[in-house]
């Protein structure tokens, strides 16, 4: 592979997980609204700063009255995301330039090019269609889709043509394959979780509300579309429907947890995996950890964020153990 796009995906790699953190922090202070138009924010290409700025912005958008604090971490993410998108653009335009870039790099480049566009156009129903849990879902899984393939673009690079690991190393393709798909089930429930504001509708452990199993009510938990048009800012979710959510992400958790845990140890016996199954079983454990104190802690914001770059770091860590079972043949 060319030299440029392995560098260029190496950048675009490190600015899609800021990304993703970024926007799990916009969205936890609450602060995905902070901007009520888009691309803008108010009809500024930054933010309302000064105080007649404000006072305009005010009577434009009524319903919405500016705070500075949420408005400008909402307008840094937009950037930023921005930023990733010409990333992804030079990198498309060098793979399909250079006549020795091999046409694996050059489909990924051209899956992420429409996937960041749609990215973008998710970024903006999130913003026009007031925070739709389907569509902030969908925006989360869109920004670790593409964070996946720019780790895969880059670990392309890494082997030689005809390299072919051990048979051993081969037969665990399959498990690791098995861990990605629990592991992003597990992420978009957490997504779902978070987008319903269902993250503490069991403020407590290892019980729901005091009970072992409370009221919930589950025909209404996974109904992904609702109304058009509704503020879904602070969730309009009742309780029953909320814990039925929260239930349901505890034990993904639990069954994500004895997964990674299994494929770790596993990967373990194998030298070539030690080091990555030592790195898979620190970061699940962490991260299972994180997901604890969410609950005890009641939701503090640090430690929220935290999760959110968690299963953006384990997703990387199985697809370098998926990348190292592979046998290079372009």
């Not at 060319?2 to 936890?28: D, E, P, S, Y």
């Not at 990215?119 to 902030?136: D, E, F, H, N, R």
């Not at 993904?252 to 898979?280: E, F, H």
């Not at 914001?301 to 079972?325: C, I, M, S, Y």
């Amino acid at each position: 592979m060319n030299q440029t796009i392995h560098k260029l995906a190496m950048i675009a790699v490190v600015v899609a997980f800021c990304v993703i953190v970024l926007g799990a922090w916009v969205r936890l202070s609450h602060a995905g609204l902070g901007c009520p138009d888009w691309p803008g924010c108010y009809g500024h290409v930054t933010w309302p700063e000064a105080t007649h700025e404000i006072a305009e912005a005010n009577m434009a958008f009524p319903e919405r009255p500016v705070e500075p604090g949420k408005a400008w971490r909402e307008m840094v993410h937009r950037y930023l995301a921005g930023s990733l998108m010409l990333l992804v653009f030079a990198i498309a335009w060098k793979a399909w330039r250079d006549p020795y870039v091999n046409r694996v790099a050059r489909y990924i480049a051209t899956v992420l090019v429409l996937l960041i566009i749609f990215q973008a156009l998710l970024g903006m129903w999130t913003v026009t269609l007031k925070l739709k849990p389907v569509i902030v879902m969908a925006h989360l899984l869109g920004g670790l889709a593409s964070f996946s393939l720019l780790l895969w673009l880059m670990f392309s690079n890494r082997r030689r043509i005809g390299d072919k690991p051990s048979m051993r190393i081969q037969r665990m393709r399959g498990p690791i394959i098995t861990a990605i798909v629990v592991l992003t089930m597990q992420i978009a429930l957490g997504g779902w979780t978070s987008a319903n504001y269902a993250a503490l509708a069991c403020p407590d452990l290892p019980r729901c509300t005091g009970q072992w199993w409370p009221e919930t009510n589950f025909s209404e938990a996974f109904v992904l579309w609702r109304e058009v048009g509704v503020d879904y800012e602070g969730g309009i979710l009742d309780q029953p429907t909320r814990a039925a959510i929260h239930l349901t992400h505890r034990i993904g958790a639990i069954v994500t947890l004895l997964v990674l845990v299994t494929l770790a140890i596993r990967a373990y016996r194998v030298p070539k995996l030690r080091g990555s199954s030592q790195l898979l079983m620190a970061l699940v454990l962490a991260q299972f950890t994180l997901g604890v104190l969410n609950v005890v802690l009641h939701l503090p914001l640090p430690n929220a964020v935290a999760h959110n770059a968690g299963a953006a770091l384990l997703l990387a860590t199985l697809l370098g153990l998926l990348d190292k079972t592979a046998t290079r043949a372009y």
